[in-house]
């Protein structure tokens, strides 16, 4: 079982960049499937991107695709998310994810089972 920290979040204004971090422990984090989810205020939690062991396998959902971009660094055993020409709807709690997935074979939308406790992103407009 991973251990999964967010931070980075924070209040920013509408055209601005703000990058998270997601810290792992207690597992190999190289062979997990990595995720980025957000929860807005009377919303239900949403797929944001995913990015495979494999660094150059991700994928986003069409609201951020353009905007945001996950990479990980597998010696830090950190996953980021970098998000520009913030919107005020990406304003939300923004949690990592993570499955154990070393042939990457599991579908990167959905089915994670490990769960960090968020950080909140407020962006003003």
């Known amino acids: ?5 967010e931070s980075g979040g924070g ?3 509408a055209g601005d ?3 998270l971090s997601c810290a792992a422990s207690g597992g190999t984090f190289a062979l997990y499937t990595m995720g980025w ?6 919303k239900e939690r949403e797929f944001v991107g995913a990015i495979r062991r494999s660094e150059k396998i991700t994928d986003y959902a ?3 695709k353009g905007r945001f971009t996950i990479s990980r660094d597998n010696a830090k ?3 980021y998310l970098q998000m520009n020409s913030l919107k005020s709807e990406d304003t939300a709690v923004y949690y990592c994810a993570a499955r154990w997935d070393p042939r990457m074979n599991y579908p990167v939308r ?3 089972d490990n769960w960090g406790q968020g950080t909140q992103v407020t962006v003003s407009s």
């Open 1 to 5: 079982q991973v251990q999964l920290v």
């Open 11 to 13: 209040l920013v204004q």
């Open 17 to 19: 960049s703000l990058r």
């Open 37 to 42: 989810f957000r929860q807005a205020p009377g």
């Open 62 to 64: 069409d609201s951020v």
């Open 77 to 79: 055993n950190t996953m």
């Open 110 to 112: 959905y089915g994670y």
